[in-house]
């Protein structure tokens, strides 16, 4: 016999995301005493105390951080089999989050084809920077996550994806453009003397960068940090200064010759995309699917990104 209930481990569950009931019984549609009585009832059965009081906050303590990834995974379980007996749907609602580049450019025909295999499920994708996307994969709000930057961390899993890379870009009338007609590429000494527009920290794309500027960053002028790359894009055609983005972001402004590409050919500007998912993560059949799909994509993409040319 089972001596707890579903409601029990979602009331567990959403105050251990929000760490205080009012917030949580909101969200349940409950009262607070109903939310406070289910919470006390599975701490009494399991002579457990899976949270810290820390004046109105309730913080998860060790007993707590080892209960919320099971308890996530039979939730997930059991909301694809109330899916399945009230739909007969295959695939469930899921929850994707992407940085800023993939969201763009990439996610959304991967979500037009998902929703065409699938169109009974729901898919709701949530555009971030790498590290938001990390720590909302960690704290299950999200399924899984398409990022760009390079992480650990042992509650993740992190599979390989597709290969990109960053380039160098300005305005046709900048004086580095005309430079690297002479000269076949920007030097050390041209990068250090540019003013740059950047991403901000915490970016995977900004990651990148500072990862092939390395030996430079302390002599580089970074004039601005942007969180957007059609910001930085339209400050770049504004001449006030140059950007590295990913590719897969200028290919159009390249062809209408807005920006052109500056060739850096000392420094690698090559990096790697990333799926992650949390390792206890229940993988319901619409996350499978997603997964395989991102997977299949690999199939219709250059796993080698050649870098745009450069006008002579």
């Not at 549609?29 to 701490?43: H, I, M, W």
């Not at 076949?184 to 950047?198: F, P, S």
């Not at 500072?210 to 930085?232: F, K, S, V, Y």
Request: proline letters at 4%; glycine letters at 6%.
């Amino acid at each position: 016999m089972v001596h707890f209930t579903l409601r029990q481990l979602q009331v567990f569950l959403a105050v251990a995301h929000y760490e205080h009931l009012t917030r949580a019984a909101d969200t349940l549609s409950l009262s607070q005493s109903a939310t406070s009585s289910a919470l006390k009832d599975l701490e009494t059965q399991f002579s457990l105390t899976l949270f810290d009081r820390v004046g109105k906050r309730l913080q998860l303590n060790e007993q707590g951080r080892l209960l919320r990834p099971k308890a996530e995974a039979l939730l997930a379980q059991a909301q694809e089999l109330e899916q399945s007996l009230r739909q007969h749907a295959q695939a469930g609602p899921i929850s994707v989050g992407a940085t800023l580049s993939i969201g763009n450019y990439l996610a959304v025909g991967l979500m037009a084809e998902y929703m065409a295999q699938h169109p009974q499920s729901t898919i709701r994708l949530d555009v971030a920077n790498t590290h938001q996307i990390v720590q909302k994969i960690l704290n299950y709000e999200l399924d899984m996550g398409l990022i760009e930057g390079e992480v650990s961390h042992p509650e993740l899993h992190i599979e390989p994806w597709q290969q990109d890379t960053l380039v160098v870009f300005c305005h046709p009338n900048h004086p580095l453009a005309q430079r690297q007609r002479t000269q076949g590429g920007l030097t050390d000494d041209d990068l250090q003397h540019a003013t740059w527009i950047l991403r901000e920290t915490g970016s995977g794309t900004r990651q990148a960068f500072d990862r092939a500027m390395h030996g430079l960053l302390p002599n580089l002028h970074i004039g601005l940090e942007l969180q957007h790359t059609e910001a930085i894009k339209r400050a770049v055609e504004a001449q006030l200064g140059i950007g590295c983005l990913s590719q897969i972001t200028l290919s159009d402004a390249f062809s209408s010759g807005r920006l052109v590409p500056l060739a850096v050919p000392q420094r690698d500007f090559s990096r790697q995309l990333y799926l992650i998912t949390h390792r206890q993560k229940f993988l319901s059949t619409g996350l499978k699917a997603w997964i395989a799909l991102c997977q299949q994509s690999l199939h219709d993409t250059p796993t080698s990104p050649s870098t745009p040319s450069v006008p002579a």
